[in-house]
């Protein structure tokens, strides 16, 4: 085996230590416990309540004797739309909570500063952190939009399967957008609330941007969400935008995760 065999060898095996300390953490942390959790707990509520929401009001009274509650079904895919809506908020607000400490608590406790003195590149710090809370943010979203597929099916009718698993990428590359931008923030800044507050503003920004500009904006990340609800719905108008909105997201996602690396292993970023 060559030297640079050799040296790739022990760099892959040294990221897996990165990884694993990442993703036992979440372990010890019931991280990998209750955000799939909350999940789930969205996904079944969302099909169920809209279901059952007509005898949800019958019952709940104040209401004049001979009234008739009459509110329209949803089609199947309104309703899984209606779920991405649900993470679009609390999911975004709880993916973000979950990663604000990742290197703002490490640095702030001396732990960063121990692990990089060692031959452990900055850039294996931060991608092993973002590698485990993007693996948390897709396995959560799986269980909970895969809960609410099946009571969709259930109360509601047949999606296609396709359809399901597209949104669900589209979904996850815009859920993998803010755990980056939530470890980018951890890395600038010291406090955890303030790098969790700086990537939901962040997100909102281009949410707006998209929303309010939609004939400039449609490549943009901000319009991915959006994309995926078009997407389950089977109503996309545009693939090529869908496709540069993608691609912009990735490339934001790299340009982000090269700046907190950089960030971090800069003279004035950790302390020694």
Known sequence: MSTVQLNRTKGLARWT???????????????????PLVFMVLGIMQPLSTYYMPLILEKAGNLP????????????????ASTLQQYGTIGVLVIALVGMGAVSAERNSGIA????????????????????NTILAWVAL????GAAYYYTIVLFGEVKLVLFLNSYLVYGT??????????LFSTLLRSGAGAAFSA???????????????????????????????????????????????????????AALFAASYYLKSSTAVDH
Do not use: C, H, N
């Open 17 to 35: 230590a990165m990884l694993q300390k990442e993703l036992l953490e979440q372990v010890r942390s019931f991280k990998l416990v209750w955000v």
């Open 65 to 80: 004797t001979g009234t008739v509650i009459d509110i329209p079904m949803p089609s199947a895919v309104e309703v899984l």
């Open 113 to 132: 500063s121990l692990i990089l003195v060692k031959p452990i590149p900055a850039w294996f710090f931060i991608s092993s952190k973002w590698a485990a």
């Open 142 to 145: 799986l269980l909970g939009y």
């Open 174 to 183: 815009w859920l993998t957008l803010i755990v980056t931008l939530t470890i």
């Open 200 to 254: 939901i503003g962040v997100i909102l920004v281009l949410s707006l941007s998209a929303s309010l500009l939609p004939k400039y904006m449609k490549w943009s990340p901000g319009a991915l969400s959006g994309y995926a609800y078009q997407t389950v719905m089977d109503s996309i108008a545009a693939p090529m935008m869908v496709f540069w909105s993608l691609a912009s997201t990735v490339a934001v996602i790299a």
